[in-house]
């Protein structure tokens, strides 16, 4: 189905021309219960109807969530336009808004070297920000979730660069009994079936004073993706040292199999988990609330398909090759405490939290074999002309990480009928990220050392002091590279907003700012085993790694290359809004904001890219600073029709300065670590527009779309950074590898790596719509509804600058449902997915080949609820 952001646009266009000339409506319709119900947001810090915020909005309520049989970000995210995922599985990736994204390198290490979002993730008043990983959620009683788009750093601070996700959870009430249950079961196409419950329970406990409210879930979601039973055969063409290089493997190479892992449905997820909250009305101004949430999540197996198998075979859809066991664990435990109250006239608000997140995660890595150094940790007594013996090609790479992040707000308000209206606070949080990484490739046998002890030669204890910060034990014989790292991060801020009515209910203009100071450190390091292998004959080696000529251990203790190791950052960002009431039911608006994010670090500082006598040019940062963002947008809000039509609209221009850039390519001379730096500005232009109409009694139509267009305005070159080098200084231009003699004289043209202006960013796709319509009508003692629609999104590219980036193709999918209730009562059926369309959301080759993240093929299910509620 061919679209574009023409048809996206005049869809858009025909559905509110028909809303503002097919209605001929009484005066008194809107006590008739046709108006649309108004949505009440805390966008800006104070209870306001989403129709008043100067800034683009959009809110999916506990109703919508609910109709729509959506329980994951992932699950709703396709009724988001302009916001999009990048991962590669449930709570591997980064969430982005308006195309803000040059990619990912990778979820393994990420704790350790990976760039923060700049898309914001909170949990009510708590910041869930880790690199890589999006906290995923589970909507279970949630009142609403609202998505704000672009720089929200005054209100929201640092990782609320590109924009906020936030999830706002039902709080107790004071008086009321209610709960509701409810109980699903699904289908899915090409995979096993699907099961959940979830139950919710209020109870008031002393009258006006204190009440309870407790959520339970458990949802299993039957996989899809097949492993095919395979061999992995050395040496094929898409092998790199045979292919590239000329490389001729050891005729005495294991082959291996994946016979005991082959199977279907290889991927079930599952989430479980509870939130227990307690209410205390302290006073007629004042009350607590205490919350307590847990969740795990069971991700087994892998959520890609690769369309190219193991030994280069087509694979058809849904299917992977793999050799090792993959799972996530993921888990997260919140305590959270918020007292409202009056200070004189003022409001007042502190909200604390303290958030523990674990994850343990092991991914099959079997074609880093396949890569540029696989050959070294795999095979033995090697002359690259067949001689010497590799050994098993089979590995994978384990990721623990524990984040721990706590944080306190204090902000006073004034009262919202003021002409001058303010809003003052203080924040201070603090995060510590434990991570420990190992890339588990290494497959020689062990040697024999002083004392006959059996050991890894590769990877000894480090006698570094303070190198490893979680795990200072031996690893993993298998163990090729590791790293180990604590990272901590604390933010302070202080912010003030004010609105003064230049016009009472007419004309306002707001400004506010925030001042920050980040400090962000880190201790540990990494090791490995590159530049201290000795063979002695094919099968073992002398050993261990040592210090010595031509024998030292291949890593960074960041303690000893850095004292303190520490990047910071501080200043101001802030905000302006003017906001114009045309009409009561118009508004117009200009908003200007800021956002950055902080800062972070590389492994270490290696020096790459040789010259003609062999000298490098350049070396890799220590660390990269923060990147800002500028906003510009003009929007209108408008209630029509007595309410029964809102439309919305918005037209922006972002400026993304200084962006953090993550490179890998060794093909480039780069080495065969990740690292970050800042350099290019993207600028992007777009047009997002809203609708919702009740056309009639019973049908209402929602639509959104979304016009996106980004380009790179500069393309920095990396410049000579090393004192005595010619090329200090200087953009570097071409690069030496080594001929068969030894000498450096094989020239490299380096590209520019930020790639070419005009190009645009990743995972940014010039459009996004969708659409859907639901009727209701009565028959008797029962209420009956159907429901259907469709979503959209163009193309996309899985990475900027110049590197291979994939193209993601666009797609079109359909939902549907129909249902009917009596009383309390509630049973409707319903299909996601509905022409199981098979898509990459996002491809990649950070496993040395391609993944394509697809969307679940069609799900059939059947869902019932019973609620009820008393005095």
């Given at each position: 189905m061919k679209l574009n952001h023409k048809l996206s646009l005049a869809v858009m266009a025909v559905l509110s021309t028909h809303g503002a000339s097919a209605f001929a409506a009484p005066a008194d319709e809107k006590a008739s219960g046709l108006e649309i119900a108004d949505i009440v947001v805390t966008a800006q810090r104070r209870s306001e109807s989403i129709q008043n915020v100067p800034i683009t909005i959009q809110a999916l309520t506990s109703e919508t969530l609910s109709q729509l049989n959506v329980t994951t970000f992932d699950d709703f995210a396709k009724y988001l336009p302009n916001v999009t995922t990048a991962n590669l599985g449930p709570g591997q990736g980064n969430i982005y808004m308006r195309g803000l994204s040059v990619g990912t390198l990778g979820t393994q290490g990420s704790g350790s070297v990976g760039n923060f979002p700049n898309v914001a993730v909170y949990l009510d008043d708590q910041s869930t920000q880790l690199p890589g990983r999006n906290l995923d959620v589970y909507a279970a009683d949630l009142e609403r979730v609202e998505v704000l788009e672009g720089p929200q750093g005054t209100l929201f601070g640092a990782g609320a660069q590109a924009g906020v996700v936030r999830y706002i959870t039902n709080k107790p009430k004071l008086n009321v009994t209610e709960g509701n249950v409810n109980a699903s079961y699904g289908t899915t196409a090409h995979g096993d079936p699907n099961t959940a419950m979830d139950a919710t329970i209020n109870l008031p406990l002393i009258d006006d004073t204190l009440a309870v409210r407790a959520v339970i879930y458990d949802d299993h979601r039957g996989g899809y993706i097949n492993n095919v039973a395979s061999t992995f055969t050395r040496g094929l063409n898409n092998d790199y040292q045979a292919n590239v290089k000329g490389f001729v493997y050891p005729t005495d190479s294991v082959v291996a199999n994946n016979y005991a892992l082959a199977g279907n449905a290889i991927n079930p997820l599952s989430y479980q988990g509870m939130r227990l909250s307690a209410l205390w009305k302290i006073n007629d101004n004042w009350d607590a609330l205490l919350q307590q949430t847990y969740q795990t999540m069971n991700a087994q197996g892998v959520f890609y398909q690769m369309p190219i198998g193991s030994e280069g075979q087509p694979l058809p859809p849904l299917s992977v090759t793999i050799f090792s066991p993959s799972h996530t664990r993921d888990r997260f435990e919140s305590t959270s405490l918020t007292i409202n109250g009056k200070i004189g006239e003022l409001k007042a608000v502190y909200s604390g939290s303290y958030l523990v997140r674990n994850v343990d995660q092991v991914a099959d890595y079997t074609n880093y074999a396949r890569g540029v150094y696989g050959y070294y940790y795999q095979c033995a007594g090697y002359n690259g002309q067949g001689g010497g013996k590799c050994y098993s090609p089979v590995s994978q790479w384990t990721d623990t990480e524990k984040n721990i992040h706590q944080s306190h707000e204090f902000r006073l308000s004034t009262p919202d009928d003021w002409r001058l209206r303010g809003i003052f606070g203080a924040f201070w949080e603090k995060q510590q990220v434990d991570d420990d990484t190992e890339w588990q490739y290494r497959s020689?046998?062990?040697?024999?050392?002083?004392?006959?002890?059996?050991?890894?030669?590769?990877?000894?204890?480090?006698?570094?002091?303070?190198?490893?910060?979680?795990?200072?034990?031996?690893?993993?014989?298998?163990?090729?590279?590791?790293?180990?790292?604590?990272?901590?991060?604390?933010?302070?801020?202080?912010?003030?907003?004010?609105?003064?009515?230049?016009?009472?209910?007419?004309?306002?203009?707001?400004?506010?700012?925030?001042?920050?100071q980040i400090n962000n450190s880190e201790r540990g390091g990494d090791m490995g085993s590159f530049y201290c292998k000795v063979f002695s004959t094919p099968t073992t080696y002398d050993g261990p790694c040592v210090n010595g000529p031509g024998r030292v251990p291949y890593g960074t203790n960041l303690n000893q290359q850095i004292p303190g190791n520490e990047t910071s950052a501080k200043g101001f960002r802030s905000r302006a809004n003017i906001t114009w009431h045309v009409t009561p039911d118009a508004l117009v608006y200009y908003t200007f904001s800021q956002g950055?994010?902080?800062?972070?670090?590389?492994?270490?500082?290696?020096q790459v890219l040789p010259d003609a006598n062999g000298n490098p040019q350049y070396a890799k940062p220590f660390s990269y600073g923060s990147d800002d963002l500028n906003n510009n947008e003009l929007g209108f809000k408008l209630n029509l029709l007595n309410h029964r039509v809102e439309f919305n609209g918005t037209v922006y221009k972002e400026d993304w300065k200084n962006v953090q850039v993550g490179f890998f390519c060794p093909a480039c001379g780069l080495g065969n670590l990740t690292f970050g730096t800042n350099g290019p500005q993207y600028r992007v232009k777009g047009l997002e527009l809203q609708v919702v109409a009740r056309v009639t009694d019973g049908l209402t139509v929602t639509g959104a779309g979304s016009w996106n267009k980004s380009e790179l305005i500069n393309s920095p070159s990396l410049v000579g950074n090393i004192a005595g080098s010619p090329s200090l200084g200087q953009p570097i231009t071409t690069w030496y590898s080594k001929d068969s003699s030894g000498a450096?004289?094989?020239?490299?043209?380096?590209?520019?790596?930020?790639?070419?202006?005009?190009?645009?960013?990743?995972?940014?796709?010039?459009?996004?719509?969708?659409?859907?319509?639901?009727?209701?009508?009565?028959?008797?003692?029962?209420?009956?509804?159907?429901?259907?629609?469709?979503?959209?999104?163009?193309?996309s590219y899985s990475g900027a600058g110049n590197g291979t980036p994939f193209e993601m193709p666009e797609y079109t999918t359909w939902d549907g449902s129909i249902g009917v209730s009596n009383g309390a009562w509630t049973i409707e059926a319903f299909g996601t997915n509905l022409t199981d369309v098979n898509k990459s959301l996002f491809t990649s080759s950070t496993q040395f080949i391609q993944t394509q993240s697809v969307m679940r093929p069609r799900v059939l299910g059947l869902k019932m609820g019973y609620r009820f509620s008393g005095k």
């Amino acid at each position: 189905m061919k679209l574009n952001h023409k048809l996206s646009l005049a869809v858009m266009a025909v559905l509110s021309t028909h809303g503002a000339s097919a209605f001929a409506a009484p005066a008194d319709e809107k006590a008739s219960g046709l108006e649309i119900a108004d949505i009440v947001v805390t966008a800006q810090r104070r209870s306001e109807s989403i129709q008043n915020v100067p800034i683009t909005i959009q809110a999916l309520t506990s109703e919508t969530l609910s109709q729509l049989n959506v329980t994951t970000f992932d699950d709703f995210a396709k009724y988001l336009p302009n916001v999009t995922t990048a991962n590669l599985g449930p709570g591997q990736g980064n969430i982005y808004m308006r195309g803000l994204s040059v990619g990912t390198l990778g979820t393994q290490g990420s704790g350790s070297v990976g760039n923060f979002p700049n898309v914001a993730v909170y949990l009510d008043d708590q910041s869930t920000q880790l690199p890589g990983r999006n906290l995923d959620v589970y909507a279970a009683d949630l009142e609403r979730v609202e998505v704000l788009e672009g720089p929200q750093g005054t209100l929201f601070g640092a990782g609320a660069q590109a924009g906020v996700v936030r999830y706002i959870t039902n709080k107790p009430k004071l008086n009321v009994t209610e709960g509701n249950v409810n109980a699903s079961y699904g289908t899915t196409a090409h995979g096993d079936p699907n099961t959940a419950m979830d139950a919710t329970i209020n109870l008031p406990l002393i009258d006006d004073t204190l009440a309870v409210r407790a959520v339970i879930y458990d949802d299993h979601r039957g996989g899809y993706i097949n492993n095919v039973a395979s061999t992995f055969t050395r040496g094929l063409n898409n092998d790199y040292q045979a292919n590239v290089k000329g490389f001729v493997y050891p005729t005495d190479s294991v082959v291996a199999n994946n016979y005991a892992l082959a199977g279907n449905a290889i991927n079930p997820l599952s989430y479980q988990g509870m939130r227990l909250s307690a209410l205390w009305k302290i006073n007629d101004n004042w009350d607590a609330l205490l919350q307590q949430t847990y969740q795990t999540m069971n991700a087994q197996g892998v959520f890609y398909q690769m369309p190219i198998g193991s030994e280069g075979q087509p694979l058809p859809p849904l299917s992977v090759t793999i050799f090792s066991p993959s799972h996530t664990r993921d888990r997260f435990e919140s305590t959270s405490l918020t007292i409202n109250g009056k200070i004189g006239e003022l409001k007042a608000v502190y909200s604390g939290s303290y958030l523990v997140r674990n994850v343990d995660q092991v991914a099959d890595y079997t074609n880093y074999a396949r890569g540029v150094y696989g050959y070294y940790y795999q095979c033995a007594g090697y002359n690259g002309q067949g001689g010497g013996k590799c050994y098993s090609p089979v590995s994978q790479w384990t990721d623990t990480e524990k984040n721990i992040h706590q944080s306190h707000e204090f902000r006073l308000s004034t009262p919202d009928d003021w002409r001058l209206r303010g809003i003052f606070g203080a924040f201070w949080e603090k995060q510590q990220v434990d991570d420990d990484t190992e890339w588990q490739y290494r497959s020689v046998p062990n040697c024999n050392i002083a004392g006959g002890i059996n050991t890894n030669c590769f990877l000894p204890v480090s006698t570094w002091p303070g190198a490893n910060a979680n795990n200072p034990g031996v690893r993993n014989s298998s163990t090729g590279f590791y790293d180990d790292f604590q990272r901590e991060y604390t933010q302070k801020a202080l912010f003030a907003s004010a609105d003064f009515d230049i016009i009472p209910k007419v004309l306002t203009f707001t400004a506010g700012t925030r001042y920050f100071q980040i400090n962000n450190s880190e201790r540990g390091g990494d090791m490995g085993s590159f530049y201290c292998k000795v063979f002695s004959t094919p099968t073992t080696y002398d050993g261990p790694c040592v210090n010595g000529p031509g024998r030292v251990p291949y890593g960074t203790n960041l303690n000893q290359q850095i004292p303190g190791n520490e990047t910071s950052a501080k200043g101001f960002r802030s905000r302006a809004n003017i906001t114009w009431h045309v009409t009561p039911d118009a508004l117009v608006y200009y908003t200007f904001s800021q956002g950055f994010r902080a800062g972070g670090f590389n492994r270490g500082s290696g020096q790459v890219l040789p010259d003609a006598n062999g000298n490098p040019q350049y070396a890799k940062p220590f660390s990269y600073g923060s990147d800002d963002l500028n906003n510009n947008e003009l929007g209108f809000k408008l209630n029509l029709l007595n309410h029964r039509v809102e439309f919305n609209g918005t037209v922006y221009k972002e400026d993304w300065k200084n962006v953090q850039v993550g490179f890998f390519c060794p093909a480039c001379g780069l080495g065969n670590l990740t690292f970050g730096t800042n350099g290019p500005q993207y600028r992007v232009k777009g047009l997002e527009l809203q609708v919702v109409a009740r056309v009639t009694d019973g049908l209402t139509v929602t639509g959104a779309g979304s016009w996106n267009k980004s380009e790179l305005i500069n393309s920095p070159s990396l410049v000579g950074n090393i004192a005595g080098s010619p090329s200090l200084g200087q953009p570097i231009t071409t690069w030496y590898s080594k001929d068969s003699s030894g000498a450096y004289t094989v020239p490299h043209v380096l590209q520019n790596l930020y790639g070419q202006p005009g190009s645009p960013l990743a995972n940014s796709p010039p459009q996004q719509f969708n659409l859907r319509a639901r009727y209701d009508w009565s028959a008797g003692d029962y209420k009956w509804f159907w429901q259907t629609g469709f979503q959209h999104q163009a193309h996309s590219y899985s990475g900027a600058g110049n590197g291979t980036p994939f193209e993601m193709p666009e797609y079109t999918t359909w939902d549907g449902s129909i249902g009917v209730s009596n009383g309390a009562w509630t049973i409707e059926a319903f299909g996601t997915n509905l022409t199981d369309v098979n898509k990459s959301l996002f491809t990649s080759s950070t496993q040395f080949i391609q993944t394509q993240s697809v969307m679940r093929p069609r799900v059939l299910g059947l869902k019932m609820g019973y609620r009820f509620s008393g005095k």
